[in-house]
């Protein structure tokens, strides 16, 4: 925390640029009544795997929606610090078993939606054994 209570200079410009980035991308942030972003949907955008490590500085974050866009397994690497992330949507990405073992230290998340991908039961029993409260769906 900075002075007098306030965030911290670099996560107030975190937070601002993070959401002109999502917007950029064609995606919707919603914040909690501190401002910081909980959920991003960019669904079907343009955003790149690249792209996505400007969300890695949004340790708030507890949804996003990735479904639809051109993600692959060398993008997940970037959601590795989302450490409060609860639900992720991947579904209709180009994701494979290999991109899961970038999700396999996200404790906290709870619902995965694969529909659509190249992830094979395999590589989903290989993430319930690393996340057992973790609930996927491989449909739609």
Same mark, same amino acid.
């Given at each position: 925390m900075g002075a007098v209570g306030l965030p911290d200079r670099d996560k107030v410009y975190a937070r601002s640029t993070a959401n002109v980035s999502v917007e950029e991308f064609g995606g919707r &942030?919603? %914040?909690?009544? %501190?401002? &910081? $972003?909980v959920g991003i949907s960019l669904v079907n955008s343009r955003i790149t795997d690249s792209e996505l490590g400007q969300l890695e500085e949004l340790n708030g974050l507890k949804t996003l929606d990735l479904g639809g866009t051109r993600i692959t397994d060398a993008g997940l690497s970037? *959601? /590795?610090?989302l450490v409060h992330l609860e639900t992720l949507s991947l579904h209709s990405t180009l994701v494979t078993d290999k991109g899961l073992l970038h !999700?396999?230290? *996200? /404790? %906290? !998340?709870?619902? *995965?939606w694969l529909g659509e991908t190249s992830v094979t039961d395999r590589g989903? $029993?290989? !993430?319930? %054994? $690393?996340l057992p409260e973790c609930q996927v769906s491989r449909s739609g």
């Open positions: &942030v919603v %914040r909690d009544d %501190r401002g &910081v $972003a970037h *959601l /590795a610090k !999700l396999t230290g *996200l /404790a %906290r !998340l709870k619902t *995965l989903v $029993a290989e !993430l319930n %054994r $690393a």
